[in-house]
């Protein structure tokens, strides 16, 4: 990965195990402010939990499942994760 600006907000599906997890931890490291991790069940991912208690104010987990409409609409309203940031977005589909 290159150098990503620490301003935009991330959302990284798939952020659970994998390739994923690995974007998640390798943001972290370069300082990105935000990163949104969705995948269907972050809650057991041991290794997403450790980056959310390690950054609690930069790694925000959300339940979704990709291959649902209904989910992804239910879960990622725009305003929801990104409407109130002053930042610009950028969105890694990963599974
Ligand atoms: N690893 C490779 O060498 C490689 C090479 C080429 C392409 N790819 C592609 O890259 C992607 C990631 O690969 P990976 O090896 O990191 O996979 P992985 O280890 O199996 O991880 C898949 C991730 O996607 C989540 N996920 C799966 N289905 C989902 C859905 N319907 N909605 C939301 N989240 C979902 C999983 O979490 P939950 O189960 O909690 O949802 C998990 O976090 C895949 O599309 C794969 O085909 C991988």
Known sequence: MGSP???LV???TGAS???GL????GLMAQGVTTVIA???RPDTSEALQELVDQFPERVV???MDTSSEASVKARCP???YFG???HSSLLARNC
Do not use: K, N, P, Y
């Open 22 to 25: 690995g974007m998640v931890t």
């Open 38 to 40: 969705a995948a269907r």
């Open 17 to 19: 195990r994998g390739l």
């Open 10 to 12: 991330f959302f990284i």
């Open 61 to 63: 987990t959300v339940a």
């Open 84 to 86: 109130h940031r002053q």
């Open 78 to 80: 725009a305003g929801e």
């Open 5 to 7: 600006s620490t301003d």
